[in-house]
């Protein structure tokens, strides 16, 4: 290697360096904000509703499909954030809520573990994704089919998956129309198992390429260019021009997508 490239080479990974410390100083100034009380316990945080999700029997004749992040409990949620999937379909008045949960024993897919909407151990559920209306119920029944063929029923590992990421990023593959863009401090959404490296990325509507989430890269309508190292994503979105940067995600224009199919 010349000089002139190792100098390059150099700056590159200063480079890189200075923007993954810049995302964490900008995660633990959202953490220090949002700080919960000395007194509060996992078994004590709030997980009321966030009065974020439509009322199911105002709108009984309307089928809806939500999913949300909100940061994980503890140091974890300096890191990393947790999903889920809520739906509806016509004439239910009431929501169904699905999500990988670790701690809850040998099945790890979780129905109505919580809330539809409800904090996360005290963390303010974000909104990523809604559609409603026509064609929503066909949708749906997409949606119950990828939860039925998860690959990873029965394991957990928060780091590097397969997790809550890696449940949510399944069922984006399997349901391309839903849209979803996960974040990039969803930590496991680019988990992929070793006999499988490449296929789509988690939106359905892009390639993937990763080792076990700790190595690759998305290119994608959704995720624009992103390169995963050691299960910290770095990237640029085109689609909504943001810098999508681990420890918070992204920088840039709002990337929630709401869609009313009437």
Known sequence: MTPKKK????????????????????S????????RPATQTWMTAP????????????LADTAIVQVYTATTYGWR????VHPWIIFKRTGDTAYTRYEVVGWRGDDVVQRDYALPDGLWFGAQPQLLVEHRGQNVDAMISRIEAA?????????????????????????????PELGLDLPANAIGKDYRAITNPVGL???GRGLQASVLGLLGFNIGLEEGIEINL????????????????PFIG??????TTQIDHD
């Open 28 to 35: 633990l100034a959202n953490a220090s904000q949002a700080e």
């Open 147 to 175: 939860i039925t063929s998860y690959p990873f029923p029965h394991v957990y590992h928060a780091y590097p998956g397969p997790n809550s990421n890696t449940f949510l990023a399944h069922i984006g593959r399997e349901v």
């Open 77 to 80: 949620g300096l890191f990393a």
């Open 201 to 203: 990325s988690p939106s």
């Open 47 to 58: 997980r009321h509703s966030a009065g974020i999700a439509p009322d199911p029997a105002t």
């Open 7 to 26: 100098r390059h080479g150099y700056r590159i990974a200063c480079s890189t360096l200075a923007v993954i410390a810049v995302s964490f100083g900008l």
């Open 250 to 255: 992204r920088l840039g224009m709002d990337d």
């Open 230 to 245: 050691l299960g910290l994503d770095l990237g640029v979105d085109l689609n909504r021009p943001a810098l999508r940067l």
